[in-house]
């Protein structure tokens, strides 16, 4: 099945920085990968989310990149607010037919300091 | 517009026990998958639901089942709770054609404690 590998673990920036998170996949046939951000004690919430016929995706302060070959793909966000310290989930899915289970990453406990 | 909504927000149950938990799916979504949040962890895959069938399956045993009724909403039920099954419950729905849109949408979760 698939497995998807997430790093760094925790990652803490300064305040207007850029934070970059990676994830690798093992399951070629993933066509869909989004990332959510999870407060404390609440939901995952949908952030951004690529398809694997796009190489780039950006929306305001947040992008995504893919790179099948590699099969990584990577969160940049940009000019970090303290309200972007969160836990972020990658995950990858084989979306075919009426099947897409999502198989999610460890997660990166992101801290934006002042 | 409602989002997806789940009850009950907290549960306590004891060693044994048997558990009901409650998902209705947002508006215009037909499909419901269920997902174990453990503390500190990413969400794990428990099974998904499209047409009142189960159409996948993660790595959970047969104390986990479910049920979808035909307006959408859904049921997880878990048997002879261990310690183990302690977690936050997730349920997440979507549309159950992925051509159109893949994107699955969360509930806020039941936390569920086995004393």
């Known amino acids: 099945g698939e497995n998807v590998e997430q790093h760094p673990s925790t990652l803490s920036v300064q305040e207007g920085d850029s934070a970059v998170i990676k994830c690798t996949y093992s399951d070629s046939a993933s066509n869909y990968f989004p990332w959510y951000k999870q407060e404390l004690g609440k939901r995952p919430q949908l952030i951004i989310d690529?398809?694997?016929?796009?190489g780039e995706k950006k929306d305001q302060r947040i992008a995504v990149t893919l790179n099948k070959t590699a099969k990584h793909f990577s969160l940049h966000i940009t000019e970090t607010q303290p309200e972007d310290s969160a836990v972020y989930f990658c995950?990858?899915?084989?979306?075919?037919?009426?099947?897409?289970?999502?198989?999610f990453g460890t997660g990166t406990r992101l801290q934006v300091t002042l | 517009d409602a989002g997806v909504t789940q009850s009950p927000t907290h549960l306590i149950k004891t060693r044994g026990q048997q558990v009901t938990l409650r998902c209705s799916p947002k508006s215009g979504h037909d499909t419901v998958s269920w997902y174990q949040q453990a503390l500190g962890q990413g969400p794990q895959f428990i099974f998904q639901?499209?047409?009142?069938?189960?159409?996948q399956r993660g790595n959970f045993p047969d104390r986990f089942s479910g049920h979808q009724f035909p307006n959408y909403s859904s049921e997880l039920n878990v048997n002879a709770l261990l310690l183990g099954d302690s977690a936050l419950y997730l349920c997440?729905?979507?549309?159950?054609?992925?051509?159109?849109?893949?994107?699955?949408?969360f509930g806020p979760g039941t936390r569920l404690t086995v004393t």
């Open positions: 639901y499209y047409e009142e069938e189960e159409r």
């Open positions: 997440a729905s979507s549309y159950g054609w992925v051509g159109p849109s893949y994107e699955q949408y």
């Open positions: 995950a990858a899915v084989v979306a075919t037919g009426t099947a897409s289970k999502l198989t």
């Open positions: 690529i398809r694997s016929n796009v």
